[in-house]
């Protein structure tokens, strides 16, 4: 059925109507083409729908989903926090043990400037945060951001967006902010004396993956030196082993001043957090006190959640296993039909001819049979675009995907390329 077909058909009463009714004409939409998959469980890399039918998971919930879907000591720690208490104060004035605990976690695992967790209840809040963190530390205004790049969309988030045509129509946004082509060492120059900070993705994700040349970082953290001006990364994509260290900073031989967390943050459960210097972070608890507030961020839940999940890639060392398993996509992933890969680590993007062909291959894997009862049916495969590249295929599955699923799906993807799809 149509979209337009369901929202112009009578209510029948919650009797005679479909979850797929429900959610078109009464849960807000994002798009006037969602999915429309009504998925009833997800376990590691796999996913089931309502009919039975079965998914490889190459999204991970697009980079959430790490240590993959439903981990046994994330429910586990999820349950334990249930039976103890959920909410109880807005973030910022109770003790909360997971909290306390996360925070520990998470910066004995990161350069000892970054010492303070701001936790908050989302990526695009953690961007805000730490915009308004930079503006209240160098009494400045200008932000710099970058072409493609992808912080989040509430309106400050927005106003960084590297996208004019997403950032046109939500006008007017927030001054003084200035776009520089990433990559380009000519544009460092136009970071100066009053640029309260730099905000990069240390790798673009809705680019399509596109990886800073060779000390290009190196110079920007050395621009932002030079300048006064604070450096912050945005890993809420990109990190959690993403890109096969923990940190994606840690490959290019940079320390952001600010740190940007979200997506596999909370193990399946909403968090973000930025993250910087004591000192520094400081300057939002005053003048004015409560410089930035939230009823929601750092859930308890979230954060036994989070800690169970940073735990689970940890101990288990998931990141080791993580180059060899992109290296074994990219082999099994040749076909004329694909024009380039780039990659790092798990996190891949196959380009193809346009965004219609890839789009299609898109549906096409979806539509692939699925039936999980027989066990000679392949099971459908869950992929993706890139906001910023809709000719790329997204590839960033748990990064406890197994070799047998990556070669299976890879199958799948390339038959369904033979078949013209
Ligand atoms: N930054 C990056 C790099 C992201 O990929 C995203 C989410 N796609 C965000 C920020 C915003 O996070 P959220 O959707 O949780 O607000």
């Known amino acids: 059925m149509q979209n337009d077909e369901v929202l112009n058909s009578p209510f029948t009463g919650a009797g005679g109507i479909t979850n797929r009714q429900l959610f078109l004409n009464h849960v807000g939409q994002t798009s006037d083409s969602p999915l429309c998959l009504e998925i009833v469980k997800a376990e590691g890399c796999k996913m089931w729908d309502v009919n039975g039918k079965e998914y490889i998971d190459l999204i991970g919930g697009i980079s959430v989903c790490n240590v993959g879907h439903r981990h046994p000591k994330v429910i586990e720690a999820i349950k334990d926090q249930l039976d103890k208490y959920l909410h109880v104060m807005v973030n910022g004035e109770l003790i909360l043990s997971p ?39 160098t009494g400045r205004t200008q932000i710099v951001a970058f072409k493609n790049s992808y912080h989040g969309s509430t309106q400050g988030s927005l106003s960084i967006m590297g996208d004019e045509y997403w950032r046109n129509a939500f006008r007017p946004l927030l001054p003084d902010v200035l776009h520089l082509n990433f990559n380009s060492f000519e544009d460092i120059g136009l970071i100066t004396g009053q640029t309260a900070c730099v905000i990069a993705e240390t790798i673009q994700a809705e680019a399509g993956v596109v990886i800073p040349e060779n000390n290009w970082l190196k110079t920007l953290r050395e621009r932002c030196n030079e300048t006064g001006t604070l450096l912050v990364l945005d890993e809420i994509q990109c990190a959690f082993g993403r890109n096969g260290t923990l940190w994606a900073f840690e490959q290019f031989d940079v320390v952001p001043d600010i740190l940007l967390l ?130 790329c295929l997204r590839i960033v599955p748990p990064l406890v995907i197994s070799n047998e699923e990556i070669k299976q799906a890879c199958n799948i993807i390339i038959e369904c390329l033979d078949r013209k799809a």
């Open 99 to 137: 909290q306390t605990a996360y925070a520990k976690l998470l910066t004995d695992n990161l350069p000892a400037s970054l010492n303070s967790v701001f936790f908050t209840a989302s990526g695009t809040e953690a961007t805000e945060g730490a915009m308004k963190l930079t503006k209240r530390f």
């Open 262 to 391: 979200g997506k596999a943050l909370g193990g399946g459960m909403p968090l973000g957090a930025f993250i910087a210097d004591k000192k520094l972070m400081d300057c939002l608890t005053n003048n004015p006190v409560l410089g930035h507030i939230n009823t929601f961020g750092g859930h308890p839940v979230c954060c036994a959640a989070g800690l169970a999940a940073l735990n689970v890639l940890l101990d288990d060392n998931l990141v080791a296993s993580v180059k060899e398993k992109e290296q074994l996509f990219i082999s099994l992933l040749s076909h004329s039909r694909i024009k380039k890969i780039r990659s790092r680590g798990l996190m891949i993007a196959v380009e193809f001819e346009n965004a219609e062909t890839n789009k299609k291959i898109i549906d096409a894997l979806l539509q692939v049979s699925g039936d999980s009862k027989s066990p000679d049916t392949s099971p459908a495969v869950f992929t993706d675009w890139f906001l910023f590249a809709p000719q």
